[in-house]
Every structure is written in structure tokens, then in C-alpha cells.
């Protein structure tokens, strides 16, 4: 599944790139557009639903990418699929990499699993699931940021959509909550996925802000990062 805004016409031919370089049957899930949403999406979101409390308002931009990954999740459990796997539509997959990260993934997944394929290797790994060459297949004590691409499971989305009815952050800060949908998530790399927004037109996601706000930013970030890896470390060592 790729996921793709109707608006962003720029980006049509790199959907078609991606759909020729994935080695599975793929199709197009149309985006939640962040400037035509419905009521009942802007709904979903509520402040400061968990904790630790996220400390920023999410922009509509934001709210509408959860839902374009729960729409994704939906469609695990529409269509019957034992997982499924999930890119935006701002990726380049190495040909010489992504297909033997896929393939480590796929030989590896287990019902609940979620996969995922980053960018960049943010997390410190903590226990190896598999090996093949240099590409690794771990689980991390604490989930880094990032949505870009991740092999999804029927279960693992049952759970997430379950726990995400109502959110109050965006879905890669609510993935690193392990402790509230209760999802395996590994992390595969190299993964092979090189995110191309900037050669695009930039993110779609993009966020303007003064210098006040970014200086409140960087102020809070750091604070609900500590409390987030607190929490992380804790149900893990629960969970062994």
C-alpha cells in the first residue's frame, strides 16, 4: 500500500516508480487530506488523552497522516490480509537492499508484528531476531520517530486501530507507546529506504513557526523524550 494525496500531482510519477520496484501486488490508498478533513476525523484528536502528555498541538496536516495510517490499518482487516506493507510516497527503495531487508522481514514476522523500515537507525538495539549478510532484524527497548515505511501485520493493525479510536499525537509518537496497544515492533536494517521529500517539493507535513515557538520546542522536546524513554525502558523489562 502506498499512501498518496490526490493534490500532490508532483509526486505521481515516483508513486509509480515505487509501485514497479516493490516485488509485491501494491495499489494506492488515497491520503486523509490535512485541508479538506471531515468532521468526524478532526474529532479523533483530543489534548492530552495520555501520558506522558504530549506537549504540542497536533496540526491538521498531522492528524490527517494518523489517519491515512489507520485507513491503511482498515484495510489490513477489509481485505483479510495477513500483514501487509504500508510506504509513503516520498521513498526511494535501493534495489541492491530493500528487496533482502523485505525478504529478512518477511521470513521473520511473526501474527502481531510490526516491522519497521527506517530511514536513518535512531534506536540502540537490544535483542537480535535475525541476521542475513549485514542486513539485521532487532527489537528495541525504545521505538525511534519515523512512518515511512513498515510491514504490518492483521493483528498488529486489529491493535493499533483498537488503540487508536481517539489520539492526542502523531502516529509515530503514539507507535513508540508500546505499553498502550501492546505491539511487537522490530526494526530491520539497513533497510534500504531512502525518504526523497526535498527532491519532491519538500514535506507535506511541514511546520512554520516563530522564534518563540521554536525555542518552546526545543525546550519541551527533550522533556517528553526522557519521560517516553523512561516509560519504554520500564515495560520492557516488564515485558521479559
Request: hydrophobic share 45%.
Amino acid at each position: 500500500m502506498i499512501i498518496h494525496l490526490a493534490r500532490a500531482e508532483a509526486r505521481l510519477p515516483q508513486v509509480e516508480a515505487m509501485m514497479q520496484a516493490v516485488p509485491l501486488a501494491c495499489h494506492v490508498v488515497s491520503a486523509v487530506d490535512g485541508q479538506q478533513m471531515s468532521e468526524a476525523h478532526a474529532d479523533a484528536y483530543r489534548r492530552k488523552l495520555m501520558r506522558p502528555t504530549y506537549p504540542f498541538t497536533m496540526r491538521p496536516s498531522e492528524i490527517a497522516a494518523f489517519h491515512s495510517h489507520r485507513a491503511c490499518w482498515q484495510r489490513i482487516l477489509d481485505d483479510d490480509l495477513e500483514a501487509a506493507l504500508v510506504l509513503e510516497d516520498d521513498l526511494h527503495l535501493q534495489e541492491d537492499v530493500f528487496p533482502r531487508a523485505l525478504d529478512l522481514a518477511l521470513a521473520n514476522i511473526r501474527p502481531g508484528d510490526f516491522i519497521r523500515f527506517p530511514i536513518k537507525l535512531r534506536e540502540e538495539r537490544t535483542e537480535e531476531i535475525a541476521t542475513s549478510d549485514e542486513i539485521g532484524l532487532h527489537v528495541h527497548d525504545r521505538i525511534a520517530l519515523g512512518m515511512v515505511a513498515q510491514l504490518v501485520t492483521r493483528d498488529a493493525a486489529r491493535a493499533l486501530l483498537a488503540a487508536s479510536e481517539r489520539f492526542d499525537r502523531p502516529v509515530d509518537n503514539f507507535l513508540q507507546m508500546q505499553w498502550v496497544h501492546n505491539v511487537r515492533v522490530a526494526t530491520v536494517w539497513p533497510s534500504g529506504v531512502r525518504e526523497i521529500s526535498a527532491e519532491l517539493g519538500g514535506s507535506m507535513i511541514g511546520r512554520k513557526e516563530g522564534l518563540l515557538q521554536k525555542l518552546r520546542r526545543e525546550i519541551l522536546r527533550p522533556l517528553y523524550r526522557h519521560r517516553i524513554r523512561a516509560l519504554a525502558r520500564q515495560h520492557s523489562h516488564a515485558s521479559k
